[in-house]
């Protein structure tokens, strides 16, 4: 059984551009949620998915979107890139929609110039 | 308004004693509270999961406390090692269809040989 794996590891962008971040869940989560840490804050919770669709959404405006695939790939999309963006983004699988403990990938470090 | 806190300075102890850990929160109803370790540039790994209805729960030599009159959870490690020097982060769920977390700031203890 593999664990949550996250690509690319380090990301450097520019404000304005795009970013797509991706996560592959272990094999039979059907769950997946995406985080941002900031440096020195906990995990921010930005939204997660249920078999493919959208189950819940932090505070996060709507230039924040993701996909959930059949395959437990999922992606993270940041469009119009802010300083304030640049974060560790991690992605966190679990089996079900049950009050389940989360397992994490390493996480995607962005920086924003 | 909401709030989760848990000890703001770094926590250093000697090695051998034991290290506790507070998280207090503030208008939550927490159904059950989770907490996870977390090293430098890594994502949080799961140690213990509480629920509401639960005093006292215990892991080899890690025992978290939860009570919901006080608001508060206690995590302690017994005879801790270097090696348990990390961020710890206390994550509760409030209820709703999502296992969505929210995460206290984490609590950085360092644990002298």
């Known amino acids: 059984e593999t664990g949550v794996t996250q690509s690319p590891t380090h990301l450097i962008k520019t404000r304005g551009q795009q970013v797509t971040l991706r996560c592959s869940s272990q094999?039979?989560?059907?769950?997946v949620s995406w985080y941002q840490q900031a440096l020195g804050q906990g995990p921010q919770f930005i939204f997660q998915?249920?078999?493919?669709?959208?189950?819940g959404r932090g505070n996060f405006p709507p230039r924040f979107s993701g996909l959930q695939f059949p395959n437990y790939s999922s992606e993270l999309n940041v469009n119009a890139l802010e300083l304030d963006d640049s974060a560790l983004y991690l992605c966190?699988?679990?089996?079900?929609?049950?009050?389940?403990?989360?397992?994490f990938g390493p996480g995607t470090r962005l920086t924003v110039l | 308004s909401q709030k989760i806190e848990q000890n703001s300075e770094a926590l250093n102890i000697q090695e051998g004693k034991t290290a506790t850990l507070t998280c207090n929160y503030t208008?939550?109803?927490?159904?059950?509270l989770q907490w996870y370790r977390q090293d430098p540039g890594r994502g949080p790994v799961f140690l213990l999961l509480?629920?509401?209805?639960?005093k006292e729960k215990r892991k080899e030599r890690l025992k978290v406390t939860f009570d919901t009159t006080l608001k508060q959870s206690l995590f302690h490690i017994t005879a801790s090692q270097p090696a348990d020097s990390a961020t710890y982060l206390c994550?509760?769920?409030?209820?709703?269809?999502?296992?969505?977390?929210?995460f206290g700031t984490g609590t950085l203890l360092a644990v002298q040989p």
């Open positions: 094999s039979g989560h059907n769950t």
């Open positions: 994550a509760l769920e409030n209820g709703g269809a999502t296992n969505k977390l929210i």
């Open positions: 966190a699988s679990s089996p079900g929609m049950g009050r389940d403990e989360q397992f």
């Open positions: 208008n939550y109803s927490p159904a059950y």
């Open positions: 509480i629920r509401e209805n639960e």
């Open positions: 998915y249920y078999r493919e669709e959208e189950n």
